[in-house]
Every structure is written in structure tokens, then in C-alpha cells.
């Protein structure tokens, strides 16, 4: 591992020797500049991780998606032009990247050409720089049929799922009988002869339990044909990749998908998703193992979201949440729906920073709370009258806490302009160095709008 015994900042140590190279200065210590970043949501997911690996993967070689599916929904702002990405990694708009959908990925191939089309359309194109694992599982029309069902059939009970078919793609693969690969597309005559089975299977159950329509198995056979047209030529073994792309100092950039408080197995479970979307799930998601990243940064925001159901004990349902929901654009890239807001919950960071080793912190959208006379951080629980600083992941649990909170003074200065940290404002500082010293993690990268030039790196 390299540069570790210097502690944290490295993201933005490193971010800022590169640019004095870029702008052609000669102080460059040339270990520093060999990088591999991990980063990953520390809440509900949307913490604004489309931004940061876009400003990151400037600096990378590689940029791998290893976990999740078109569930997540990674928005980059670039001059005029929005990009929504659900299944590319957000590194695909930097047009000499290379983007890796690894192993540990559930894939949409609809959505994927959809997004290949798209990026073509702006002239920006995936040739000989998407790489998709031959392990990588596919989602099916069948996938997002079941998800839809399940849904239905729970009625209050939901777990308010994106219905990308991500759960029952997974379910399929640790099943195994029934899952399709990327590889699968490589021989679409065997392909088809397992789908008929497998559509006679789901048709079956989603008929007797559902009463469900059934699948035309031939429409999806053509589906297929296209998948198998447009994509074959981007399927490779990529731990292998990896492996070569490392042993040539390639700088390389996992991005994380959704949040860790909906990782399958220490989120709030079941309103959780079907992956291990806490840093812990990067080395079964792609083949590399945790140490070899540098870095691990946590992304939150500088306020809590969630979409979906499940507890959330910081939510704000009330007029300080919709404040914060009409400033801050709180709706999903995904599905549209308004998200459910509220005060910073650092005994949730905390938590999920220590399950994902987290090196360090970048906190978006502080810009959202300027105006606010007064701002709120949970710094405990109260739990059958007892306070307590950890947070108890079963949802259940979860949904009996009541948070302890630490009013603090806000400020009224837009912060969208200020490129250094120290020009922020005392309460915006203030502010900040309290999260981390509950959170107990330095907080190196700021967000004060959604463009990439609104990011304040820092040394800590
Ligand atoms: P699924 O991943 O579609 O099965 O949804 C399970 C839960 O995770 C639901 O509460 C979703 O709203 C939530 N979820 C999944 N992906 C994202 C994301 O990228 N951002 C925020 N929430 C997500």
C-alpha cells in the first residue's frame, strides 16, 4: 500500500500534486500520483458519488462499477450537459477512461445500450474502453416482472425496491440454477434452449402465485439476439484485467453504488438492497482485494436522504425536510420520487465508516443548507430510555430509537462560489469539524454544488 503511513487527505493531496503537474510544476513526488480510490456511500445512497469519481477519475486509468445494478442512479453535471448513469461507471464521460462493470454486478443490457447510445449520441463513445465481466449476472425482463409482483403483492409492507429486477437477479444467481452471465450471450443458441426452461419455471410460479400474465419466451429470445449484438464485444474476464492493470501502476477507481446503510447484510435490513454496497463488498465484486485500494472515501451528504421505506430516525417530515428537499433537488435519478430528508445522523456515519474502513470523508451539498438559522446533528440514540452512540442495524430496532441531537448555529452565505476551505464561512467550518469529531474521520473533500468545479479538496 502506498503513502498509508501519511494518514488521511490523500485524495486530496494527490488531487492537488496532479494538478500542479497538469499546470506544469515541478514539485511532484511521483509515488503520490499512483492512486487507487474506493468510493462508496456512508448513508441511503444518492450522496452525490457520480460527482466525486467523475472529479477522481480524471486522475484514473480505470474506473470499475463492482456492485449493484440500474438501482443506482450517479449524476454528473458537466458545463451545461446533465448525465443520469445507472449501470455505466460515472467515469464513462471522460472520454479516455476505461470503465469496467465487474463481476459482482447485476446488468440491465437494455439499459446499458441505452446509456452507450446516449453517451454516442454526445459524441462520446465506449469502443475499446467498456469492459463487462463474463461473470458479471443479467437482468431479465423477468427480474423487474417479479420485483414488481413481490412489491404489489407485500402492499404496505414494501421495501419500496427501484423494480430494476435487483433483487430477484441476485436471488437467481445465488440460486444458480436459474442465472444467465454475460458469457451466456456468447453462445445464444444454448442460451435460448435455458431460457425456455427457465421462462416455463417462472411462468409457472408467477401464474400460480400471482396470477400473473405469462413471459413470451420467444420475444425474449430476440431481446436476447440484440443483448448478444450489441455487447459480446465488450465481455472479457476483468480480474484479469485488473490484475495486469495493476501490475503497471495503472491508477484504478471502484465506485461504490447506493449506500452502505442499504448493504444487504449491516444496513437496515430488510429495506435494504440485495448487495453488499458497504466498502465491504469491493473485493467480491470485482476480484482486488481491500488492500490494494489507498483510500476508502465515504461519501455522505451534509443532511440525511432516503428513498423507500424502512426507519430512518434523523427524518424530518415536516417543513424543515422539505426545505431541504426543494433546495437540495431531493427527488431520485431513478424512479422520480420525492426523497424522505432530515438532520445528519453521525452515529450512522460513524457506524458505517467503521464497517467500510473508511479513510476518509467527502460531504456534498453543504451549499443545500445555507439560510438555515439553526442546523441539527444526531449524536446518540435513545433506546428504551438508555443512550447509546451505536447504531443498531435491524430494522426493527432501528425504528424504536430516538435520536439525541446537538443544535448548531447555520449561516446564510451561498457557498456556491468559494473554492478554498478556508474562505467558507466560521459556522460551515464549525459545523464540519464537529461531524468529524464524532465520526471520528476526516472530512477532505467539500461539495458546494453540483458541478464539477464545486468541490473544495483539503488537506487533513
Ligand atoms: P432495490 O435495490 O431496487 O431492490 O431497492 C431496495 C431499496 O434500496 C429501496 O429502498 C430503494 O429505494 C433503495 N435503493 C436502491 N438503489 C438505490 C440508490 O441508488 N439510491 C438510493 N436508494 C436506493
Redesign the pocket.
Known amino acids: 500500500m502506498k503513502n498509508v503511513e501519511r494518514g488521511f487527505g490523500l485524495a486530496a493531496e494527490a488531487y492537488e500534486l496532479k494538478s500542479r503537474q497538469d499546470a506544469g510544476g515541478t514539485e511532484i513526488l511521483k509515488g503520490f500520483l499512483r492512486m487507487n480510490y474506493c468510493v462508496v456511500?456512508l448513508q441511503?445512497?444518492?450522496e452525490g458519488k457520480g460527482k466525486v469519481v467523475d472529479i477522481l477519475a480524471e486522475k484514473s486509468d480505470l474506473v470499475v462499477r463492482y456492485g449493484?445494478?440500474a438501482?443506482?442512479?450517479h449524476t454528473v453535471i458537466i458545463g451545461d450537459q446533465k448525465f443520469a448513469l445507472h449501470i455505466m461507471p460515472s467515469g464513462a464521460v471522460r472520454p479516455t477512461t476505461g470503465c469496467v462493470i465487474s463481476n459482482g454486478v447485476v446488468l440491465d443490457p437494455e439499459i446499458l445500450i441505452g446509456e452507450i447510445d446516449g453517451l454516442a449520441e454526445r459524441d462520446i463513445s465506449m469502443d475499446g474502453r467498456l469492459f463487462i465481466s463474463e461473470n458479471a449476472h443479467v437482468v431479465l425482463d423477468y427480474h423487474k416482472m417479479e420485483?414488481q409482483l413481490r412489491e404489489d403483492a407485500l402492499g404496505k409492507n414494501k421495501?419500496?425496491?427501484?423494480?430494476?429486477g435487483?433483487?430477484p437477479c441476485y436471488a437467481d444467481k445465488i440460486g444458480r440454477s436459474f442465472a444467465v452471465r454475460m458469457a451466456d450471450f456468447r453462445d445464444i443458441d444454448a442460451l435460448a434452449e435455458r431460457l425456455r426452461k427457465i421462462v416455463d419455471y417462472k411462468n409457472k410460479v408467477f401464474g400460480a402465485l400471482y396470477n400473473a400474465d405469462p413471459i413470451d419466451v420467444d420475444a425474449l429470445i430476440e431481446k436476447c439476439k440484440v443483448y448478444r449484438d450489441r455487447l459480446v464485444g465488450f465481455v472479457c474476464n476483468t480480474t484479469r484485467l485488473l490484475f495486469e492493470a495493476m501490475d503497471n501502476d495503472k491508477n484504478i477507481l471502484f465506485e461504490g453504488?447506493?449506500?452502505a446503510l442499504?448493504d444487504l447484510d449491516h444496513g437496515t435490513f430488510p429495506?435494504?438492497?440485495?448487495s453488499n454496497c458497504s466498502a465491504l463488498g469491493m473485493g467480491p465484486g470485482c476480484g482486488i482485494p481491500n488492500q490494494k485500494v489507498d483510500s476508502f472515501i465515504g461519501l455522505v451528504k451534509a443532511y440525511a436522504t432516503?428513498?423507500?421505506?424502512?426507519p430512518f430516525p434523523s427524518e424530518q417530515d415536516n417543513e424543515i425536510g422539505d426545505v431541504i428537499r426543494e433546495k437540495g433537488h431531493e427527488y431520485?435519478?431513478?424512479?422520480g420520487?420525492p426523497r424522505r430528508c432530515g438532520w445528519f445522523d453521525a452515529v450512522a456515519a460513524k457506524y458505517t465508516a467503521r464497517v467500510g474502513g473508511i479513510n476518509e470523508i467527502a460531504m456534498m451539498h453543504l451549499d443545500t443548507l445555507a439560510g438555515m438559522k439553526e442546523l441539527k446533528i444526531c449524536k446518540a440514540y435513545k433506546l428504551n430510555g438508555k443512550e447509546t452512540d451505536f447504531f443498531p442495524s435491524d430494522a426493527d430496532e432501528l425504528a424504536g430509537v430516538e435520536c439525541v441531537y446537538e443544535a448548531m448555529p447555520g449561516w446564510d452565505e451561498d457557498l456556491s462560489e468559494v473554492t478554498s476551505y478556508d474562505d467558507l464561512p466560521e459556522n460551515t467550518r464549525n459545523y464540519i469539524a464537529r461531524i468529524e469529531e464524532i465520526v471520528k474521520v476526516p472530512i477532505s473533500i467539500v461539495g458546494v454544488g453540483p458541478k464539477r468545479s464545486q468541490a473544495i479538496f483539503r488537506n487533513v
Open positions: 456511500g441511503w445512497g444518492d449493484g445494478g438501482n443506482a442512479g420485483d421495501i419500496g425496491t427501484t423494480i430494476r435487483i433483487g453504488a447506493q449506500g442499504l429495506f435494504v438492497t440485495s432516503r428513498v423507500g421505506s424502512g431520485g435519478t431513478t424512479t420520487r
